[in-house]
């Protein structure tokens, strides 16, 4: 666990189920120093799932 995030980031980051997406955000938040909120936001907008499609194009 990074110190950088509160207990608040944890409790929203466990309920993604797939370890390697629940691991992409918890390095988005403390790369771009996001509250809980954003990163909230992020899991919602599925930046991840973005993210996957946009690479899979080849």
Known sequence: MSGQL???HYAELLIIENDLERAFYEKQAINEKQSVREMKRTIDTALYQRL?????KE
């Open 6 to 8: 509160t207990w608040s």
């Open 52 to 56: 996957a499609i946009s690479k899979d």
